[in-house]
């Protein structure tokens, strides 16, 4: 089986992309790929500029660790721990002291807009609240990319908005965006959208790369 | 076939393919413990479940540690306390077959050795005691009459529990007194008042109990009459068949030597010199088998307990995975996972092995302090049983840890 075949796609620094597609068309593998989560079996990722293949899990767990980050459709944040916590692990690994690591939260945390719930767990949030801790986490350490799993699947439609909103603010910063939804209303806010179904991509990727970055 | 190229430089589209050197994912071992702290923190009554497991296993290892080291160091005390200076002679097989007696002059030939300070004498008389005329000749239960030097107490340190010894009254009258076995047997208590038994068919007075010896236990089941008694009534020719004898501590070896010898200058070889400590010492010594038995059992609990934790920790990878696969999607490699479940099962293993510990320690003072022994709570022992609960954690951790890393990072990303 072939989940992903003939697709080529490079997105550029600054770039938001939203790849948009039903269930089934290769949208999870694509993020997978990205994410340096899989390797592919044939064809070549690169990420930030360096190629994923032969690479060992000490080297894709640290690119992960380094120059990815996610956000998950369920959130994904661990229950037990504060939203400044949380936002904190995302530099756990990159050898960072706690008190810098907690500091660097907090401002990230601030950025988007809960700067007055670092305290709180996620039980204590609302879904929006909890979607905005995880973006958070995925900016905190300024990745290359940051790769976003249908950040509104759980969300209702105000907050997903809302959300929105927020990646906007966050494009507008200049942080690469990579969207992946199955709802082409979301994938509109996106500068570029990128139809997948059955693996492979059906409408062309859009050819003019704006100008002025 | 695909080509991806994702956040690319907007001028190089895609021309860079070099390799670079990536900065690596580390996780500080302050961290690493954080996070197992934290683990188990969440999990608060599952881990001292687990934890209770490890704690008695270790506390039966230590208890059993520590109480027999107490009572080994209570057999030492009370051989401390009585003295090693201690010799037994008796007469031994006679070359021609046969018991050897011993010379009725041994006695007064071993208290010329410069370094004996006491020598006494028993003679086992060929008489019965029975607790009253009434009763067959057969009922002795098992006391044995002796004919006791009156300085036998003296050299032995021996104590009279009840009543007093033979030499408070004049040799020729009827006096007995019994060692603590023979009392309890008989029914002897000199709390009711004076007592009588029928002895080689005669009635004696009790007029003492001594209390037991540990170092000459043969009294204790014996009854003791005077010397003069023993040759005015039942022809007691003076012919000792024991004879205790306390030596300078530090000439004991070179008494011991030269006892068989004066006791018996014509026949040395039918003479046989004990040294009672030793068999004391060889009975403490025994002890370390049933120990042995004990620490094995203790051991199974240990098992037992680690095994709890493996179960717990391979049911918590599972319910985890969704932590698991955000903690790979935020650099952690395979060996910072298989870190921290470890240090989860090490962190329920130490906190089981330091409680277990003072479980042990506190079974151990209060087993000692109920026997009346010394304390002995070995380092050694208190030491071990912490480090044998870490090395069951990590036993346990490392099968759970090692499946907790092999989670493909995709897969746990998408449960939870």
């Known amino acids: ?32 790929l990205m994410g340096a989560l899989d390797v592919p079996t044939s064809g070549t990722v690169r990420i930030d500029g360096y190629d994923v293949a032969g690479r060992d ?64 767990r996620p039980a204590q949030l609302s879904g929006g609240e909890c979607q905005r801790v995880a973006i958070a986490r995925a900016i905190v350490g300024e990745p290359a990319l940051v790769l976003a799993d249908e950040p509104t699947g759980n969300l209702d439609s105000r907050t997903g908005a809302e959300i929105m909103s927020l990646f906007a ?18 994938a509109r806010a996106a500068e570029r959208r990128i139809v997948l179904r059955d693996g492979r991509v059906t409408s062309p990727p859009d050819a003019s790369p704006k100008p002025g970055r | 076939m695909s080509t991806l190229d994702a956040g690319t430089g907007s001028d190089e589209n895609g021309g860079s393919a070099g390799r670079r050197e990536w900065e690596r994912s580390v996780l500080d071992p302050r961290d690493a413990v954080r996070l197992g702290v934290l683990g188990l923190l969440g999990r608060r009554g599952r881990a001292l479940l687990t934890a209770i497991g490890i704690a008695i296993g270790i506390a039966a290892l230590v208890a059993i540690v520590g109480i027999s080291a107490s009572s080994r160091a209570n057999v030492l005390a009370v051989l401390d306390r009585l003295g090693t200076n201690y010799l037994t002679v008796t007469p031994g097989q006679a070359l021609a077959g046969g018991p050897a007696e011993l010379p009725a002059d041994a006695r007064r030939r071993l208290a010329h050795l410069d370094a004996v300070q006491a020598v006494a004498t028993t003679g086992q008389l060929d008489v019965t005691l029975r607790r009253s005329d009434q009763l067959p000749r057969t009922i002795t239960r098992g006391t044995v009459v002796l004919a006791a030097d009156p300085g036998l107490l003296t050299t032995l340190h021996g104590t009279v529990a009840a009543g007093h010894w033979l030499d408070a009254t004049p040799g020729s009258y009827p006096t007995v007194v019994l060692g603590a076995t023979a009392a309890r047997r008989q029914g002897v208590d000199l709390a009711l008042g004076p007592q009588m038994v029928w002895l080689g068919d005669q009635w004696f007075a009790a007029v003492g109990v001594l209390a037991p010896m540990p170092l000459a236990p043969e009294l204790d089941n014996a009854a003791m009459i005077g010397v003069g008694v023993a040759a005015d009534r039942f022809g007691y020719q003076g012919s000792p068949s024991t004879i205790y004898l306390r030596a300078d501590p530090s000439n004991i070896d070179a008494v011991r030597v030269v006892a068989a010898a004066t006791a018996d200058p014509r026949h040395p070889a039918q003479v046989q010199v004990t040294r009672p400590a030793d068999a004391l010492a060889a009975r403490a ?17 240990l098992l037992v307990g680690g095994v709890g934790i493996a179960n717990v920790m391979v049911i918590s990878v599972l319910e985890r995975r969704g932590e698991i696969g955000v903690r790979r999607a935020l650099g952690a490699t395979r060996r910072h996972i298989r870190a921290q479940f470890l240090v989860e099962a090490l962190v329920q293993a130490g906190a089981g092995g330091v409680a277990g510990v003072a479980a042990g320690g506190c079974l151990t003072v209060g087993y000692a302090v109920a026997m009346d022994w010394p304390v002995r709570l070995p380092l050694l022992g208190l030491g071990g049983g912490i480090l044998a609960a870490l090395v069951v954690g990590a036993l346990a951790g490392i099968y759970p840890a090692a499946r907790a890393a092999r989670l493909a990072p995709a897969e746990a990303v998408r449960a939870g």
């Not at chain 1, 936002?87 to 950025?111: H, K, M, Q, S, T």
């Not at chain 1, 969207?179 to 209303?185: F, N, S, V």
């Open chain 1, 1 to 32: 089986m072939c989940a992903l075949d003939g697709v080529t796609l490079t997105v550029r620094r600054g770039e938001w992309v939203a790849i948009v597609g039903p269930s089934g068309s290769g949208k999870s593998s694509l993020l997978n």
């Open chain 1, 57 to 120: 899990d000490d080297e894709l767990s640290a690119l992960r660790g380094h120059t990815l980050g996610f956000v998950f459709q369920s959130f994904h944040l661990l229950s037990r721990l504060s939203a400044v916590d949380n936002v904190a692990a995302a530099l756990l690994y990159r050898g960072i002291g706690a008190a810098r690591r907690r500091e660097r939260a907090a401002e990230a945390l601030r950025r988007v807009g809960l700067g007055t719930r670092l305290r709180h």
């Open chain 1, 169 to 186: 603010a966050l494009h507008a910063d200049g942080v690469t965006l990579v969207l992946i939804t199955h709802d082409d209303a979301v």
């Open chain 2, 285 to 301: 010594a025994t002890n370390t088998a049933f120990t042995t038995l004990l620490l094995g059992l203790g051991g199974v609990a």
